[in-house]
């Protein structure tokens, strides 16, 4: 009876005098400089490049976000954290900063971080019919086709590029498989849609990397894909030639670092298209470019659920956009992209989609017409230049 008796008062002792022991609680979050005062600090900042360093707009851009994510995206306030606050630290989620990172730098919990991301990428949302991703018009002819005699009136129907890139994706192991692809890292496969003026028009993600960029279309075209009667988006060799995109001849160079090395001039009407088709969908490319290189969480992705991750590559997409519309000068996002990578991807495709459309010889007499009134031109061109 005794042993039972010092049992139950050691087990209490042990219970209990940790509690005993225990210093007063320290708060982790004791800097003099509080979330609060950080964004003040940036927002009365008198150096313009520290602002958009930070927030990779200038202060004009950013307080037009928060108004319409005020008030079309209801977001709202906090009793301690006001609306540009939380759109400042979702911006540095964007940029890369991890949780407990930006719990850190704005002297808030993590869960208060987490809470915060999460209502922005839903105010973000709420806005994305109207705001965010507008295709072009079908009767806008863009200027980079109009006066470039390269591109038209070859090109005349076309109305922008697509392709499909790879986002690094953070899953659970049983999910690994599906979402690993054919260059062997985990990855969300999104297909973009571009306009020429350097914006997204349509995106789609959250598909596996493992999934075939004709699939990830085929599915587009039941969620919303921008499909415009008589008109054309430029493909790669990885989607089928169809009345919607117009893909490159297969077997012959296509990518500009190949005719860079070549150092030879198109021998035929087939490499001549290759090489103008190339040079106009190159947008795409450059355009991924520019906005990885301003979000690098397009890079490397946080640790948050694949839905999540999904939600967070649009987003990054979306205020991409907002920033081309609203900031008047040319930002050195693109000098620094152009300076480092003229072009961003060349990536050769394994598969290929299915060629038995009814449709599908018209569409390469089609094509083969383009072609041959290109190659023709040129030839008139070399001749009055008097180059043989």
């Not at 090489?275 to 355009?287: A, D, G, K, T």
């Not at 906005?291 to 969480?297: G, N, S, V």
Request: one cysteine or more; aromatic letters at 12%; hydrophobic letters at 40%.
């Amino acid at each position: 009876m005794n042993n039972v008796v010092l049992n139950i008062f050691v087990l209490a002792l042990r219970s209990v005098l940790p509690l005993l022991l225990r210093y007063d609680n320290i708060p982790q979050h004791d800097s003099i400089l509080t979330g609060h005062r950080y964004y003040l600090e940036l927002m009365n900042t008198a150096n313009v490049h520290r602002f958009l360093n930070i927030n990779r707009m200038d202060k004009q851009t950013f307080l037009r976000l928060v108004t319409m994510l005020t008030s079309i995206g209801m977001l709202k306030d906090s009793l301690t954290i006001c609306s540009g606050q939380k759109v400042m630290i979702f911006i540095q989620a964007l940029i890369g900063h991890s949780n407990r990172q930006s719990a850190e730098r704005w002297q808030h919990s993590g869960s208060t971080i987490s809470v915060i991301l999460h209502e922005v990428v839903d105010s973000l949302y709420r806005c994305l019919g109207n705001c965010f991703f507008r295709p072009t018009a079908g009767d806008e002819l863009s200027s980079v086709i109009q006066n470039n005699s390269k591109f038209f009136p070859f090109f005349a129907n076309c109305i922008g590029a697509l392709d499909g890139t790879h986002i690094p994706a953070i899953v659970e192991p049983t999910d690994q498989g599906r979402y690993r692809n054919r260059k062997g890292f985990i990855s969300q496969n999104v297909l973009v849609v571009v306009n020429f003026d350097m914006t997204f028009s349509y995106a789609l993600a959250g598909w596996e990397g493992s999934a075939h960029d004709s699939k990830v279309y085929d599915d587009s075209k039941l969620k919303g894909f921008p499909h415009i009667p008589h008109k054309f988006y430029l493909g790669d060799a990885g989607y089928a030639l169809s009345t919607q995109v117009l893909t490159p001849y297969r077997g012959i160079r296509y990518h500009l670092k190949e005719w860079v090395a070549g150092r030879q001039r198109p021998q035929n009407k087939e490499e001549l298209f290759n090489l103008r088709h190339s040079s106009l969908r190159n947008v795409v490319e450059r355009l991924l470019g520019v906005t990885k290189k301003r979000f690098p969480i397009l890079e490397l992705m946080g640790s948050y659920a694949i839905q999540f991750q999904a939600q967070l590559i649009m987003c990054c997409l979306m205020i991409h956009n907002f920033i081309r519309a609203n900031q008047l000068y040319e930002d050195e996002f693109y000098a620094v992209y152009d300076r480092e990578q003229q072009q961003y991807r060349n990536e050769e495709h394994e598969e290929f989609a299915d060629e038995n459309d009814a449709n599908y010889n018209a569409l390469v007499n089609q094509r083969d017409q383009i072609a041959q009134d290109m190659y023709d031109a040129y030839l008139v061109e070399l001749a009055h230049r008097g180059i043989y």
